[in-house]
């Protein structure tokens, strides 16, 4: 596609439940990164994908969350019995490539959740 | 754990002005971005820096990273409504990036 598109754009959730993030990268790109944004945390790494595999998930806060990435293109960001704390715009990115500087990383709009 | 610290949080300036936007690194850096983003949408890359000294521009924006390689400043010629945002500054961790604290620019008529 012409850029990174994730769904929903929004999304309102009970505390207890859980949710899934979609995240489609542009077409060709072998990298494919997870963030968050919060207001008190300012903008977080998450996950990091080179095709299928997750070299790097440090930034994952608890094992509640998880994500998954199949066919080299699309990614799901899990998070399980939500709470609270977790409300934040998620963002998505992707790259040609990952490890090289010179790559750039393109993000999406974002996916707003709400945890009541 | 590196960080960056981008300078001044907030800026308000009138239409027509000139503005910087600093962004210090607590290690060298190897790669440093600069993004744009509004209120609801994601980031749009502006640039990439990597070699000491550099400096890229475009259209009325200039980015420069220093010679050690641990600051950099991004620059808006005769500001307009429409460069008004958050400007965040990143820098490349292995294959992530560490953003800076932003800053939320406005620009008035």
């Known amino acids: 596609g012409a850029g990174v598109s994730q769904s929903p754009s929004n999304k309102v959730t009970e505390k207890g439940k859980d949710v899934e993030l979609r995240c489609d990268p542009i077409?060709?790109?072998?990298?494919l990164y997870w963030y968050r944004q919060s207001l008190g945390q300012g903008l977080e790494f998450l996950i990091y994908?080179?095709?299928?595999?997750?070299?790097?998930k440090s930034g994952l806060p608890s094992d509640r969350f998880s994500a998954e990435r199949t066919g080299g293109s699309v990614s799901t960001l899990t998070i399980q019995r939500t709470q609270q704390e977790d409300s934040a715009v998620y963002l998505c990115?992707?790259?040609?490539?990952?490890?090289?500087?010179?790559?750039?990383?393109?993000f999406g709009a974002g996916t707003r959740l709400s945890v009541l | 754990s590196q960080e960056l610290e981008q300078s001044p949080q907030s800026l308000i300036v009138q239409e027509g002005k000139n503005l910087t936007i600093n962004c210090t690194s607590s290690?060298?850096?190897?790669?440093l971005y600069w993004y744009k983003q509004k209120y609801g949408e994601g980031l749009i890359f502006l640039m990439m820096?990597?070699?000491?000294?550099e400096e890229k521009s475009h259209e009325k924006i200039t980015a420069k990273l220093d010679e050690k390689k641990q600051q950099s400043s991004l620059h808006i010629t005769a500001s307009q409504p429409s460069h008004a945002g958050i400007y965040l500054c990143?820098?490349?961790?292995?294959?992530?990036?560490?953003f800076g604290t932003g800053t939320r620019l406005q620009v008035f008529p």
């Open positions: 077409s060709g790109h072998t990298a």
């Open positions: 994908f080179q095709g299928n595999s997750a070299p790097d």
């Open positions: 820096l990597q070699k000491g000294g």
């Open positions: 290690k060298t850096l190897y790669g």
């Open positions: 990115a992707s790259s040609l490539e990952g490890g090289l500087a010179k790559n750039i990383q393109y």
């Open positions: 990143g820098a490349r961790n292995y294959d992530k990036l560490i």
